[in-house]
């Protein structure tokens, strides 16, 4: 069977040829339960860009996922409305804006006991925490969320960064610092989430790995209990 590297070269996406999270990261952590990976959901479909021969195209990574789990539907989500994407067997799009917490929870309860759910979308700190808090409660037990491209924590803080990208607010306790202190104390801290979202994290999270790949290239998986 195609790793998620190899099935990657048909879908080119940054996840391989840039990040190498499918090498590193992901094909470690799916590779034990590709078989029984029935539900999926990715938060971001994609940008149109040429990477030197690479042809990226919104929904690549839709397809990797597809091809890779061959027994799951896939869902992904954006702000954009797509039309025009071809081969979408077993891929649905829909539209979300993740930056409003209101639709995010909404949407959130349309999602029932989900195997996987990644966030590639806008990478904003808010936007990534919000839909983290509302969507971990779609997973089921033993479920993964992946919480991708992390150093947007870390830019947030760097003026001409975060003013470059709209990574969001300085100051705020980031979605990674957020993952660190879990690691080591157990407990959830944010600055955008009430008592009530962070004692359902504390309370549901089994585990939190983070990737260190590169500067720009920092991921997690986090399992459900």
Not at 52 to 78: C, H, M, Q
Not at 180 to 190: D, L, S
Request: aromatic letters at 12%; one cysteine or more; a negative charge.
């Amino acid at each position: 069977m195609e790793t998620l590297s190899q099935i990657s070269k048909k879908y080119p996406t940054d996840k391989d040829f840039e990040h190498k999270y499918y090498e590193n990261v992901y094909e470690p952590a799916f590779s034990p339960i590709r078989e029984n990976v029935k539900k999926l959901c990715e938060v971001g479909v994609g940008l149109t860009y040429d990477w030197g021969e690479l042809k990226i195209r919104p929904g690549n990574s839709l397809k990797v996922w597809r091809d890779y789990f061959t027994n799951a539907e896939i869902l992904g989500l954006d702000i954009v409305k797509f039309e025009n994407i071809d081969d979408l067997n077993r891929i649905t799009i829909d539209w979300l804006d993740q930056s409003k917490k209101d639709l995010v929870e909404e949407y959130s309860k349309k999602l029932v006991d989900y195997d996987v759910i990644i966030d590639d979308g806008s990478h904003n700190v808010y936007d990534q925490t919000i839909t983290f808090s509302s969507f971990f409660k779609s997973l089921k037990s033993g479920g993964i969320y992946v919480l991708e491209d992390l150093h947007s924590s870390i830019e947030v803080n760097i003026p001409e960064k975060t003013k470059i990208w709209g990574w969001g607010e300085p100051g705020y306790i980031t979605p990674l610092e957020m993952l660190e202190h879990f690691q080591k104390n157990g407990k959830i801290i944010n600055d955008y989430l009430d008592e009530e979202e962070m004692n359902y994290l504390e309370q549901n999270i089994k585990s939190v790995e983070i990737f260190k790949l590169k500067n720009t290239s920092i991921t997690s998986i986090i399992i459900k209990k």
